[in-house]
Nanobody
């Protein structure tokens, strides 16, 4: 099963984007789904994650601005990003954590400019 991330792009400061990450098939079990981001030369960092029961977790830097959600089939995870700032510029990756290992999407670039 592969993950396909989409929705990135160029947006002005204060604007919004919605990222999607869709699985090509069904996982027998998912422990958690999440979004991460990485700027060249830095470590990949957690942005937000969501458990199958809907419990969410956010990085302090995005609380109140980003919202993670998923579909009932646990096959797609979304990241609604509002009030975007220049420091949100990064490549965003989705990740599904399963009992048998992690699966990562290919990354989608988000660039926030004035």
């Amino acid at each position: 099963v592969q993950l396909q991330a989409s929705g990135g792009g160029l947006v002005q400061t204060g604007g919004s984007l919605r990222l999607s990450c869709a699985a090509s098939g069904r996982f027998a079990s998912i422990l958690r789904m999440g979004w991460y981001r990485q700027v060249p030369g830095t470590q990949r960092e957690l942005v937000a994650s969501i458990a199958p029961n809907g419990l969410t977790n956010y990085a302090d830097s995005v609380k109140g601005r980003f919202t993670i959600s998923k579909n009932n089939a646990q096959s797609t995870v979304y990241l609604q990003m509002n009030s975007l700032k220049s420091e949100d510029t990064a490549t965003y990756y989705c990740r599904f954590i399963t009992p048998w290992g992690d699966v990562w999407g290919q990354g989608t670039q988000v660039t926030v400019g004035q």
